[in-house]
């Protein structure tokens, strides 16, 4: 029901901007099939010596477009005047106004640039992403999930999840990013941040340096492939540049360590972790305020006879069975596994399978 309420806004907003879009267009259409019958009705006078009605009207303007008029030919110049000009007038209007209106609202989840540049048009605050390849399809996901509008940008037609992310129709335009037009196109002056995830280091920064032109105050994220450049831009840009080496080395290095360790990042100079135990032997009794006092150890989550409970209370008592998921620096955890008799990590033949839950793994 939430999705369906939320594509009905968003539905909605488009419409309303395809027709500030095309609010000529449609003025003049209007005009046209209004007037034009109303002028016939009070102006035209048959051979016979009668008028017409608004639908005889309406019916020659409709047919006199396509070079068929309706009703007897009559001597009065203005009636000859208004039937030369409404046929190029009346076709002009349909071809390129109202025929391009009904695609672009009938035909949205077609590749078409037009098409993103209108959706893009009803979003502000929305978070542009620059690559469709495995890292962006991820952010994609993560934004979504969160309840943010994303569209992404990607210069390839066959790139490895375009066709995911058109399944999910998410806005996606295929185009350039060195094309002047391309950043425009995604309503970058009223995004909020703009993350530049592509397997290019140049194309990044200029990607970045572009929508601060356009957009000075948005955030803006840079996935860099070089750990001196992600450090000078992160100090001289003002914006989060992240090194894919960096990110993977702390992980990788305490998973060779430690597979008990699902998660790592640094906080300053403290290596932080994030880990899963088992309360068997020493947390059986305890609370959550005194393993946070005596190990520094944050609560994170709480698995209890299959009920997930996040960021239990401080005076959740830990029962034995229970798994517990705390956060705390790198050395505090080692403290807090010798605490639970844990101090020596499992070998790897007493790991758990890698498609068991992220709440049901369970430490060694």
Known sequence: ????????????????????????????????????????CFRYVGPDGTGITFGEGLHHVYFLMYGQPSLPYVRDWLIELVNVVIPPVGIALVADGVVRFAY???????????????????????????????????VVAQLREMGRDVVVVEKREDAAFVSALRDEQVPLLIDD?????????????????????TDDDLANLNIAL???RLNPDIRVVIRLFDDDLSGKVRDTFKAEALSSSSLAAPAMALA???????????????????????????????????????????????????????????????????????QASYPEYRRLRAFTCESEPPTWSHQPATDVPPGQRKAG
């Open 256 to 326: 060779a360590m430690d597979p008990r360790i699902i998660h790592s990042f640094h906080l300053g100079k403290h290596l932080m972790v994030v880990s899963q135990f088992d309360a068997r032997e020493g947390l059986p009794g305890l609370n959550i305020a005194s393993v946070r006092d005596r190990f520094g150890a944050l609560t994170l989550s709480l698995v209890r006879g299959g009920e997930e409970k996040l960021n239990p209370p401080g005076d959740e008592v830990i029962h034995a069975g229970d798994v517990v998921t705390f």
């Open 177 to 197: 990013t060195r094309s002047p037009l391309c950043l425009p196109r995604t309503n970058v002056k009223h995004a909020s941040a703009i993350v530049c995830a």
């Open 104 to 138: 672009l609202f009938f035909a949205r989840h077609k590749n078409d640039k037009e098409w993103i540049e209108v959706v893009t048009e009803t979003m502000k605050g929305h978070v542009v992403v620059c690559g469709a390849g495995r890292v962006g399809y991820r």
């Open 210 to 212: 572009d929508a601060r």
């Open 1 to 40: 029901m939430k999705l369906s309420r939320r594509q009905a806004q968003v539905n909605l907003r488009y419409l309303r901007a395809l027709i500030r879009r095309f609010r000529i267009t449609l003025v003049l259409s209007a005009a046209l099939f209004l007037l034009g019958p109303l002028f016939y």
